[in-house]
């Protein structure tokens, strides 16, 4: 199967390394120049990280405000500095809690809500990362973010070991390593991320997910069916069609008449754009008179 230039990789990304070395790896194993995550995964952390290579960098701003879904592992007991395990003990607690106490407190962090980030994060401060500042000795008072979660249970409980599995569904910019401190504060003691696993970005889940490894040994038996096409961000967007003179027009960058619309959804919403032959060229929306188009994606 000939290789696509151009495309979307669902990758399960392994523990131990950063988002930018998953794509490092991705961009050596599929032979590509450019490509690029559309989400960052902490070292600790594991599951789903887009990759994007080739025209199909210009969808990452499309994905990077997707909902998420996470399995997190809360170890009560201490606080890091990171606000999980890899990070410098801040404070510790010798309370202990049980299944039904972490039960009842999670309700309250449903909904939207104001979190405060961790300061090992890429938030930047003054055109430097706070984990910078925090790694040269540095602390600034840390803004509080809107965010919402949508579900939060908890799915396992070791009570001897101070463990506890969560399932979350959030927003963008919900960080899982504050909502464990937040968990432990409200259950008057003290929380840390001990692990964790995004199994959903926006509609790509982690069933569909590959590491490294498992590309490598597809691209080498001749598959690269698990690389999509760049269409396949916007699958929940209606399709629609224009003509010859509207391909013509649109790759111009021209005026597009409404009428060039043949095919498809044309009252106004955001949709899938393609030629008479079926080939993807942008995403936009017929306005009054005229095709608006937000994004072109062809050569």
Excluded: W
């Amino acid at each position: 199967m000939e290789r696509p230039m151009s495309g979307v990789i669902i990758a399960d990304k392994p523990e131990g390394i950063t988002s930018q070395t998953l794509v490092s790896k991705i961009k050596r194993i599929i032979n590509v120049r450019s490509a690029g995550h559309t989400g960052t995964l902490d070292p600790i952390a594991t599951g789903v990280n887009l990759v994007c290579f080739g025209r199909a960098t210009k969808v990452s701003a499309y994905v990077t405000g997707c909902d998420k879904t996470y399995i997190a592992r809360l170890r009560i007991g201490y606080e890091t500095d990171t606000g999980d395990i890899t990070g410098e003990t801040i404070a510790e607690s010798d309370v202990r809690v049980d299944r039904a106490a972490v039960e009842a407190v999670l309700p309250q962090f449903l909904g939207p809500q104001a979190q405060i980030p961790p300061m090992y994060s890429a938030i930047k401060r003054d055109g430097r990362k706070l984990y910078e500042l925090a790694r040269a000795g540095e602390t600034v008072e840390v803004a509080p973010r809107d965010i919402e979660i949508y579900d939060l249970r908890l799915l396992e409980a070791d009570e001897a070991a101070g463990e506890y599995v969560l399932h979350v569904d959030c927003s963008k910019g919900t960080y899982i390593r504050s909502l464990c401190r937040d968990i432990g504060r409200a259950l008057g003691t003290c929380g840390t991320m001990a692990a964790l696993r995004r199994i959903r970005v926006g509609a790509f889940s982690i069933d569909r997910a590959l590491t490294p490894d498992a590309m490598r040994e597809k691209l080498e038996a001749g598959d690269a069916s698990f690389i999509l096409t760049i269409d396949a961000v916007f699958a929940h967007l209606d399709k629609l069609t224009v003509s010859t003179d509207g391909e013509r027009l649109i790759r111009c960058g021209a005026v597009i008449p409404a009428e060039t619309a043949i095919d498809g959804n044309k009252n106004g919403d955001l949709c899938r754009i393609y030629n008479e032959n079926g080939e993807f060229l942008a995403i936009g929306s017929v306005a009054e008179s005229e095709l608006a188009i937000e994004k072109r994606f062809f050569d």
